[in-house]
């Protein structure tokens, strides 16, 4: 239909095309014999000239996805004319045009065009990795030939929802640009068990039937938006993140020097710049796109990657401390340092690996940069920089590892962490449950990714900076927008959930209400909020939206978190052969995603920044986890060891020598991980202020709990007298 429409409108002056150069009528053969009035028609619509609407004889279309019969020899005119702007314009954005994969009729001279929704991004509805078989049969009553696929659980599930959306609409099955068959919905098909029926030959079915076993399943079926933008941070917001790591990353390095001395300080600084040359280059090989996820993804790389090389000095140090050379305190300070290492890395590594595979949208990104800062990780901090200390081992260097201010530092620690436990869980206890009261009476606050909104696209007569405009419809709004450049520097897309719930008529109207009076600033000359609201001056286009995280990632979110939990708690069960490690691990999660919810809760509307919860929280609450994790592991590593050195201790006595040996490395992984954040929270800008500020209250808390909360259920949850030996040690040889 929308075809048809567009006959008269093509005979319009204003969309009279310009042929000049493309030469598409000379080749018609009928026009010489139109008469008059019939050739002019043609040359004033020279798309309907070549192309023949898909019409039965009362001149109605024929249902289907076909709108028109063209014959071979003219496809690369109609394609011409398709990608012609006036006319592409007169066809709904979202419809593309896909030609059949062979031709019709007697001499196989036509074929059909067929017009299709697309998905977004381009992306099917479907993939073919759901089909799990497909095979040619025959109806029983007519004899003609069909085609049966089947679906895994999965696929059942997708393709009873897609095709309850398309009764008595067609999906078509298409692959390398070409539509295969284009089926008609009946009903909504359930179990994943379904029938293609048609016209087929034997030939065709079986065609039919490969295609769908051979892997991908192009149903290209709805799509929301399809447009070019720029980066939702905003060019100043870029360049303040990009300075404000460069200041907190030359902190870190400054660091190292000052507290483990110049030359071991130097080479953990050439490692850590290493391991971000490594990372950035293998994202770029691989074209990754680098979002607030993958920041996330790399802060957690620095934080693991300075940990690997605090690990190994505070080993070396403790070696140097018990009297060994240089050379012997070097070579048993990295082979005692392996084990915490390896442990910590390979528990976020498996994380890693499970939220990549079967993660989706932030979760992958997070994942995907998480993964490959780890390998380049435990590359650069313990090949790289073992071969330079074997260096300098060889021209007879003098290296130290510590200073006259950091000598001292924690060496006498005596915190009674384990007598003091109850007390932390009383305090823990209070915040949680203050939390989850806030949780439940006040809620999140839910960002458009989560809840829907509405999309204004607005231009200006001069260039505008997103993160200005953000600000002061925000003050309009009274909450904060999305704001990102749309194509050219002087438009705008803004996305909002202000009054998202208010179904009135006249709601997009006192929203545009509110943008005017905060884009004031903006806007030149004599406009009236009628010319505002009504004109083409500045609103180009405004739609609600939905939201962009649907129902099927935030399920498959959980999913994946919960099977990240159990790798890491089958795998702490693996290396120290206790249950209660695995479950002061989980415990200590569990803990700090729910301190991080509740303050983000109770905080939000206190705060002078927004804390809205969109994809990059997520990434926040991964890092959180990763880094909590990591920590802990590190210190069950230690009480590991102590309890296979020391096996007639008191276990209270081996858990705090633990706790209070690893009070240095603690400090300075924490210190430099938090740095950067810091950093970046306060110069990086009001864009990512509330992304930042999860890290940051993460990392705090998962310092915490590693010390407070890991390790004191561990000690709780062991039966037996003080003196039974049932945790398993390992001693260090």
């Not at 007519?142 to 049966?148: A, I, L, W």
């Not at 990549?356 to 993660?359: H, L, Q, S, Y």
């Not at 073992?386 to 260096?391: A, N, S």
């Given at each position: 239909d929308d075809?048809?429409?567009?006959?008269?409108?093509?005979?319009?002056?204003?969309?009279?095309?310009?042929?000049?150069?493309?030469?598409?009528?000379?080749?018609?053969?009928?026009?010489?014999?139109?008469?008059?009035?019939e050739?002019?028609?043609?040359?004033?619509?020279?798309?309907?000239?070549?192309?023949?609407?898909?019409l039965?004889?009362?001149?109605?279309?024929?249902?289907g996805?076909?709108?028109?019969?063209?014959?071979?020899?003219?496809?690369?005119?109609?394609?011409?004319?398709?990608?012609?702007?006036?006319?592409?314009?007169?066809?709904?954005?979202?419809?593309?045009?896909a030609?059949?994969f062979?031709?019709?009729?007697?001499?196989?001279?036509?074929?059909?065009?067929?017009?299709?929704?697309?998905?977004?991004?381009?992306?099917?509805?479907?993939?073919?990795?759901?089909?799990?078989?497909?095979?040619?049969?025959?109806?029983?009553y007519?004899?003609?030939?069909?085609?049966?696929m089947?679906?895994?659980?999965?696929?059942?599930?997708?393709?009873?929802?897609?095709?309850?959306?398309?009764?008595?609409?067609?999906?078509?099955?298409?692959?390398?640009?070409?539509?295969?068959?284009?089926?008609?919905?009946?009903?909504?098909?359930?179990?994943?068990?379904?029938?293609?029926?048609?016209?087929?030959?034997?030939?065709?079915?079986?065609?039919?039937?490969?295609?769908?076993?051979s892997?991908?399943?192009?149903?290209?079926?709805?799509?929301?938006?399809?447009?070019?933008?720029g980066?939702?941070?905003?060019?100043?917001?870029?360049?303040?993140?990009?300075?404000?790591?460069?200041?907190?990353?030359?902190?870190?390095?400054?660091?190292?020097?000052?507290?483990?001395?110049?030359?071991?300080?130097m080479?953990?600084?050439?490692?850590?710049?290493?391991?971000?040359?490594?990372?950035?280059?293998?994202?770029?090989?691989?074209?990754?796109?680098?979002?607030?996820p993958?920041?996330?993804?790399?802060?957690?790389?620095?934080?693991?990657s300075?940990?690997?090389?605090?690990?190994?000095?505070?080993?070396?140090?403790?070696?140097?401390a018990?009297?060994?050379?240089?050379?012997?305190?070097?070579?048993?300070?990295?082979?005692?340092?392996?084990?915490?290492?390896f442990d910590?890395?390979?528990?976020?590594?498996?994380t890693?690996?499970?939220l990549?595979?079967?993660?989706t949208?932030?979760?992958?990104?997070?994942?995907?940069?998480l993964?490959?800062?780890?390998?380049?990780?435990?590359?650069?901090?313990?090949?790289?920089t073992?071969?330079?200390?074997?260096?300098m081992?060889?021209?007879?260097?003098?290296?130290?590892?510590?200073?006259?201010?950091?000598?001292?530092?924690?060496?006498?620690?005596?915190?009674?962490?384990?007598?003091?436990?109850?007390?932390?869980?009383?305090?823990?206890?209070?915040?949680?449950?203050?939390?989850?009261?806030?949780?439940?009476?006040?809620?999140?606050?839910?960002?458009?990714?989560?809840?829907?909104?509405?999309?204004?696209?607005?231009?200006?007569?001069?260039?505008?900076?997103?993160?200005?405009?953000?600000?002061n419809?925000?003050?309009?709004?009274?909450?904060?927008?999305?704001?990102?450049?749309?194509g050219?520097?002087?438009?705008?897309?803004v996305?909002?959930?202000?009054l998202?719930?208010?179904?009135?008529?006249?709601?997009?109207?006192?929203?545009?209400?509110?943008?005017?009076?905060?884009?004031?600033?903006?806007?030149?000359?004599?406009?009236?909020?009628?010319?505002?609201?009504?004109g083409?001056?500045?609103?180009?286009?405004?739609?609600?939206?939905?939201?962009?995280i649907?129902?099927?990632?935030?399920?498959?979110?959980?999913?994946?978190?919960?099977?990240?939990?159990?790798?890491?708690?089958l795998?702490?069960?693996?290396?120290?052969?206790?249950?209660?490690?695995?479950?002061?691990?989980?415990?200590?999660?569990?803990h700090?995603?729910?301190i991080v919810?509740?303050?983000?809760?109770?905080?939000?509307?206190?705060?002078?920044?927004?804390?809205?919860?969109?994809?990059?929280?997520?990434?926040?609450?991964?890092?959180?986890?990763g880094?909590?994790?990591?920590?802990?592991?590190?210190?069950?590593?230690?009480i590991?060891?102590?309890?296979?050195?020391q096996k007639?201790?008191?276990?209270?006595?081996?858990?705090?020598?633990?706790?209070?040996?690893?009070?240095?490395?603690?400090?300075?992984?924490?210190?430099?991980?938090?740095?950067?954040?810091?950093?970046?929270?306060?110069f990086?800008?009001?864009?990512?202020?509330?992304?930042?500020?999860?890290?940051?209250?993460?990392?705090v808390?998962?310092t915490?709990?590693?010390l407070?909360?890991?390790?004191?259920?561990?000690?709780?949850?062991?039966?037996g007298?003080?003196?039974a030996?049932?945790?398993k040690?390992?001693?260090?040889?």
């Open positions: 075809l048809l429409a567009q006959d008269d409108l093509l005979a319009q002056d204003d969309l009279l095309l310009d042929t000049s150069g493309l030469d598409l009528l000379s080749d018609l053969d009928s026009t010489s014999m139109l008469d008059d009035q050739a002019q028609f043609y040359r004033e619509n020279p798309l309907i000239a070549v192309l023949t609407p898909y039965d004889n009362s001149r109605q279309f024929i249902p996805s076909t709108v028109g019969v063209v014959l071979l020899k003219d496809t690369a005119k109609v394609n011409a004319y398709l990608a012609i702007p006036q006319i592409r314009q007169l066809f709904p954005s979202d419809m593309k045009f030609w059949h062979q031709p019709d009729g007697e001499e196989q001279q036509f074929i059909r065009l067929h017009a299709l929704k697309s998905t977004r991004n381009n992306q099917p509805a479907m993939d073919g990795k759901y089909v799990t078989d497909a095979r040619v049969g025959t109806d029983p007519t004899g003609q030939f069909n085609v049966s089947n679906m895994n659980a999965e696929g059942a599930k997708r393709w009873a929802n897609l095709t309850r959306e398309n009764v008595n609409q067609s999906i078509a099955i298409v692959m390398d640009g070409l539509v295969y068959s284009a089926p008609n919905v009946s009903e909504e098909i359930k179990g994943g068990s379904s029938s293609i029926s048609g016209d087929f030959s034997q030939t065709d079915a079986d065609d039919l039937a490969n295609i769908l076993k892997g991908k399943m192009p149903a290209r079926a709805r799509i929301e938006s399809s447009e070019v933008i980066p939702s941070l905003g060019a100043k917001s870029v360049k303040d993140g990009m300075n404000s790591f460069l200041i907190a990353f030359v902190v870190v390095l400054a660091y190292m020097i000052f507290y483990y001395s110049r030359r071991a300080g080479v953990a600084d050439i490692a850590l710049l290493a391991n971000m040359f490594f990372l950035i280059g293998v994202l770029a090989s691989l074209q990754a796109v680098l979002t607030l993958g920041i996330a993804g790399i802060v957690l790389t620095i934080g693991m300075v940990d690997a090389n605090v690990l190994i000095y505070e080993r070396i140090r403790e070696e140097l018990a009297g060994k050379n240089l050379k012997t305190a070097i070579k048993d300070g990295y082979k005692n340092a392996y084990s915490a290492i910590a890395q390979i528990t976020t590594f498996l890693g690996l499970i990549f595979f079967f993660g949208g932030p979760i992958k990104g997070f994942a995907t940069t993964v490959i800062g780890i390998l380049t990780s435990l590359f650069s901090a313990i090949i790289l073992r071969l330079m200390y074997e260096r081992l060889t021209k007879n260097r003098s290296i130290t590892f510590d200073t006259k201010i950091t000598r001292n530092a924690f060496k006498n620690a005596k915190i009674d962490f384990i007598g003091k436990r109850k007390m932390f869980y009383v305090i823990s206890g209070v915040v949680i449950l203050a939390g989850i009261a806030s949780l439940v009476t006040k809620g999140l606050d839910l960002g458009v990714d989560f809840s829907g909104g509405r999309n204004y696209v607005i231009t200006f007569k001069q260039d505008v900076e997103t993160a200005e405009i953000q600000d419809l925000a003050a309009a709004f009274g909450e904060t927008p999305t704001v990102i450049t749309y050219s520097k002087n438009a705008v897309r996305t909002t959930k202000y998202i719930d208010d179904d009135r008529p006249e709601v997009d109207s006192i929203i545009k209400a509110q943008m005017f009076e905060g884009l004031q600033p903006y806007i030149e000359g004599e406009v009236s909020l009628d010319d505002f609201i009504n083409q001056d500045y609103i180009i286009s405004s739609h609600k939206v939905g939201p962009t649907a129902d099927d990632i935030k399920r498959t979110a959980l999913l994946v978190i919960f099977a990240s939990l159990l790798i890491i708690f795998y702490i069960l693996a290396r120290f052969r206790n249950w209660q490690f695995g479950l002061g691990a989980l415990g200590a999660l569990v700090d995603v729910l919810l509740g303050l983000f809760s109770i905080l939000d509307g206190i705060m002078p920044f927004s804390l809205e919860l969109d994809q990059s929280f997520i990434a926040a609450i991964l890092t959180v986890v880094y909590s994790i990591n920590d802990t592991v590190v210190v069950f590593d230690r590991r060891e102590y309890v296979g050195l007639k201790r008191e276990r209270r006595d081996i858990f705090n020598t633990a706790l209070n040996s690893t009070l240095s490395r603690t400090f300075s992984t924490s210190l430099s991980t938090f740095f950067v954040v810091l950093a970046i929270f306060v990086g800008g009001d864009v990512i202020r509330g992304f930042t500020f999860a890290l940051m209250i993460g990392i808390v998962g915490y709990s590693s407070f909360i890991a390790t004191p259920l561990v000690y709780d949850t062991i039966k007298d003080e003196t030996r049932i945790l040690g390992a001693v260090r040889k």
